[in-house]
């Protein structure tokens, strides 16, 4: 089971790319990364998930490193609605702190 | 319609009681979580059912005792409430994926303040 580490906050300028990176270097070969947001006190929000291959859907882009030890979410244009807690998981599926981003004018 | 509902959303009570919280999913999904996230917003799961068997079962407290009257629900109840119990509580379900979970689809939390 792989565990993540995650910074414990950053600061993105509306507009902006929000690039919030993930470490994740004892995830097996079929365990999937996935990420989620929490805004203020809201229950989890899926943004995407991903395998090897880079990934991307209305919300959000997910870049995996080659050997899979790290991703990185991009979030393209922030905005302040974007505000909130970023997790990285992988099995066994427990959250951690995550990433705080806070998006500012 | 709510696709994963959870009652009550607030419950206050006194240190020692027993209190349920109840979660309903109406998304047809095989599995179902429960995770707790305490006042340091570290949100840990605790259970995770999959049709109505458990198949997670973390190191939390005899306390807490899951029951999946169906796999549409999945309730928590708690004995002899402590102190240390206050967080917020969230409900989830998934469809079954293996070692790929799938997409986890939250409620919006039960918040239990113990006194």
């Known amino acids: 089971d792989a565990k993540t580490t995650q910074p414990t906050s950053m600061d993105c300028a509306e507009g902006r790319a929000a690039n919030l990176p993930c470490n994740h270097s004892?995830?097996?070969?079929?365990?999937?990364v996935y990420w989620y947001r929490q805004i203020h006190s809201q229950g989890p929000q899926y943004i995407i998930h991903?395998?090897?291959n880079n990934e991307t859907n209305e919300m959000a882009s997910l870049i995996i490193t080659e050997d899979r030890k790290s991703s990185t979410l991009i979030l393209p244009h922030a905005t302040l609605r974007d505000t909130a807690v970023y997790y990285c998981?992988?099995?066994?599926?427990?959250f951690g702190t995550g990433t705080r981003l806070q998006v500012t004018l | 319609d709510t696709a994963v509902s959870q009652t009550p959303k607030y419950l206050v009570t006194q240190m020692g009681n027993d209190k349920s919280i109840k979660c309903e999913q109406n998304?047809?999904?095989?599995?179902m979580y429960w995770y707790k996230q305490d006042s340091k917003k570290f949100l840990k799961i605790m259970f995770s059912?999959?049709?109505?068997?458990?198949?997670i079962n973390e190191t939390v407290p005899n306390r807490f005792s899951p029951k999946s009257p169906d796999k549409a629900h999945l309730n928590l109840h708690i004995n002899s409430l402590e102190l240390g119990d206050s967080a917020v509580y969230f409900c989830?379900?998934?469809?079954?994926?293996?070692?790929?979970?799938?997409?986890?689809?939250f409620g919006e939390g039960s918040r239990l303040t113990v006194l």
């Open positions: 989830a379900s998934s469809r079954p994926g293996g070692a790929n979970t799938g997409e986890l689809f």
């Open positions: 004892t995830i097996s070969g079929n365990e999937y």
């Open positions: 991903g395998l090897k």
């Open positions: 998981i992988a099995p066994p599926l427990t």
């Open positions: 998304l047809g999904h095989d599995t």
């Open positions: 059912y999959n049709n109505k068997e458990l198949i």
